[in-house]
Every structure is written in C-alpha cells, then in structure tokens.
T-cell receptor
Framework: KNQVEQSPQSLIILEGKNCTLQ??????????LRWYKQDTGRGPVSLTI?????NTKSNGRYTATLDADTKQSSLHITASQLSDSASYIC?????????????FGKGTKLSVIP | EAGVTQFPSHSVIEKGQTVTLRCDPI?????LYWYRRVMGKEIKFLLH????????ESGMPNNRFLAERTGGTYSTLKVQPAELEDSGVYFC??????????????FGPGTRLTVL
C-alpha cells in the first residue's frame, strides 16, 4: 500500500531557530518527491521537487534531502520566520496505468512564535 | 496570471441534499485534478481530467460523486445525495502538458464542505 508518514505531527519553535521535518514513504513505482507548504485557508504550494537521483534541493531557507535507498526525506528550515508558520506536506508522485498519482502525508503543522 | 480558483469557499448543507463544487484551472492547463481532505486524514486523490476526458477516476469514493469538465475548461464536482462522511475540504489542482509526473500541480484554495 502506498503510504507517506510524516513526523512530528506538530512543532513549535522560536523565531530565528532552525528545524527539520521528516518524511518516510512506501510508494512504488517512485517518480518524485515534493515538499509543499500550506498556509491556513490556502491550497498547498510546492517548495521543492526531487527525483530518484537527486539527494538535496534548496529553495531559499528551505533545504530538502532525499535518501531513495531508505525512502526517507527531510525538510530543513533555517532561521525560521513568523511567516513559516504553516503545514508542510510531503508528497510522493508515483506512476502507473498511464497516469501519475500523488500520495500525500498528513503534514507537519509548524508554529513559529516570537 | 490568475491561479486555480474554486467556488464556493465554504458550503454547509444537510444530509441528503445536493452540492456542486466548481473549479477553474489555470488557463491553458490540460490537466485538472480533484482531491479531498477529510478531517484528521491526508489529502487523497479523487480523479484526473486531461482536457474533457477522465484519465483516472480510481479515487472517486462512490457513485454519489459526479465530476464533469465539459469543454475542457472548468470542472464541477457534484455530490448527490450528500452524506455526513462527505464533509471535508475539496481541492482542485491543475498542471500543464499531458500526464507528466514532474510537472507541478497548482492547487486552488479548496472548498470546505460541511454536511449536517
């Protein structure tokens, strides 16, 4: 069964601190992995995308890593800002039957406090 | 350029009633997807249109759900009759080019459906 597990479920950090969010997946056949940021009341927005051969990808203060052997990914946020408060969702794309489908994790709810 | 828009943003209906959700994808995007997030669960795939054709509807929960995309532009998702377990946030997403897994899907803000 295709699954994406994220941890922690929620996290509270002080403004300026770093944090790392985790994602484990059992999805096959793997196509790519994205981290999405979802602000309250908005749709998810893609932060990074990594394919099987990519093990790190940065987007400003966001750095994602991928270990395709262990099927683990992480999202590291550096020097957090209040605007980073959101849900971060790990999404794995898998192919099959002529179509691509996305399997979502439940997300990590991050709260950055002053 | 306008993003993916969804209407309404919220809908509260009684069990047994009918509700129709609308999604306007980004102009020129052939691919349109519907997803649903039930409270406490992850976002799950419902179906995928390529232009006006249903490419994959394996995620549709049952025949009370009907999705259409006449003309290959906007799409509607009708729930008839609605049940309590249909409550959740319904997201629409669109992407350019046919069926390329690397293409980013752009999500709308979602429609929050509450069935009482």
């Amino acid at each position: 069964k295709n699954q994406v597990e994220q941890s922690p479920q929620s996290l509270i950090i002080l403004e300026g601190k770093n944090c790392t969010l985790q994602c484990n997946y059992t999805v096959s056949p793997f196509s790519n992995l994205r981290w999405y940021k979802q602000d309250t009341g908005r749709g998810p927005v893609s932060l990074t995308i990594m394919t099987f051969s990519e093990n790190t990808k940065s987007n400003g203060r966001y750095t994602a890593t991928l270990d395709a052997d262990t099927k683990q990914s992480s999202l590291h946020i550096t020097a957090s800002q209040l605007s980073d408060s959101a849900s971060y969702i790990c999404v794995v794309t898998h192919s099959g039957a002529g179509s691509y489908q996305l399997t979502f994790g439940k997300g990590t709810k991050l709260s950055v406090i002053p | 350029e306008a993003g993916v828009t969804q209407f309404p943003s919220h809908s509260v209906i009684e069990k047994g009633q009918t509700v129709t959700l609308r999604c306007d994808p980004i102009s020129g995007h052939d691919n349109l997807y519907w997803y649903r997030r039930v409270m406490g669960k992850e976002i799950k795939f419902l179906l995928h249109f390529v232009k006006e054709s249903k490419q994959d509807e394996s995620g549709m929960p049952n025949n009370r759900f009907l999705a259409e995309r006449t003309g290959g532009t906007y799409s509607t998702l009708k729930v008839q009759p609605a049940e309590l377990e249909d409550s959740g946030v319904y997201f629409c997403a669109s992407s350019p080019n046919p069926g390329q897994g690397r293409n980013e899907q752009f999500f709308g803000p979602g429609t929050r459906l509450t069935v009482l």
